[in-house]
């Protein structure tokens, strides 16, 4: 059962004894990029602090952190709310992956080429999309697009084995390369739009709560360590 009674008498907060469940919206993506640290963080400092993770699409998680059922979100895609705090934890960019005999990873990647190719993208939100494939749009370009998942981190193995294209993060990309025949390519774009950052998102309502501030410095540092080994 979720305990939540810190959150409103806004007593201190101290992580060496404090018992709590902290529910936390993650993709696929921020858990394999963050979720390890953040554990290992929380096992160090704050042995009876668990974290539930919940992953959902983006317009899912502002609704649950709005009406309390979340304490923090951390992802890619800006929350469009006035009562929901942002800070910017790490970057990363998109890369066009594909099988590493896939006649594109030799001939390499135009608009043209990259455009025509059959692919198969990323939908973690009903409003929004990826960086790249923002900057895409806004220029009037259309991918031939074949299939649409949710998760990203199955991106590599559909690629890997298709003769489909696909955009990916590329820090996902670096912990497949070692076990699948995969080829990556730069994006025909210029290198700044295919940056992303990612944030932790909060709500204005607690953001002077001593147990969320304690996350979030918690989150922040596992951003930075991110942001340093890139």
């Not at 992580?15 to 640290?37: C, K, N, R, V, W």
């Not at 990647?109 to 749009?137: I, K, M, R």
């Not at 607690?206 to 540092?221: E, G, I």
Request: overall charge negative; proline content about 5%; aromatic content about 6%.
């Amino acid at each position: 059962e979720r305990i939540v009674a810190v959150f409103h008498d806004r007593k201190a907060f101290d992580p060496a004894t404090a018992e709590q469940t902290f529910h936390i919206g993650l993709s696929d993506y921020g858990a394999m990029t963050a979720l390890p640290g953040l554990i290992k963080a929380a096992q160090k400092e704050a042995p009876g602090v668990r974290l539930r993770v919940v992953q959902r699409d983006y317009e899912e998680r502002l609704q649950d952190l709005i009406e309390g059922e979340l304490d923090l979100v951390v992802g890619c895609v800006v929350l469009p709310c006035a009562s929901v705090l942002r800070e910017q934890l790490f970057t990363d960019r998109d890369v066009c992956i594909m099988r590493e005999d896939h006649p594109l990873a030799k001939e390499g990647l135009t608009y043209e080429n990259f455009l025509a190719t059959p692919s198969v993208g990323l939908s973690l939100s009903e409003t929004q999309e990826d960086a790249a494939v923002a900057y895409l749009q806004r220029k009037g370009m259309k991918r031939n697009l074949h299939h649409k998942v949710a998760h990203e981190l199955v991106m590599p193995l559909i690629l890997c084995q298709t003769d489909y294209i696909g955009i990916v993060a590329e820090r996902i990309v670096k912990d497949y390369l070692s076990h699948l025949p995969l080829a990556v390519l730069d994006l025909p774009i210029a290198p700044e739009e295919a940056e992303f950052p990612m944030s932790q998102f909060w709500t204005k309502s607690m953001d002077q709560d001593p147990a969320n501030v304690w996350l979030r410095q918690m989150v922040r540092r596992v951003g930075a360590d991110l942001e340093a080994r890139r």
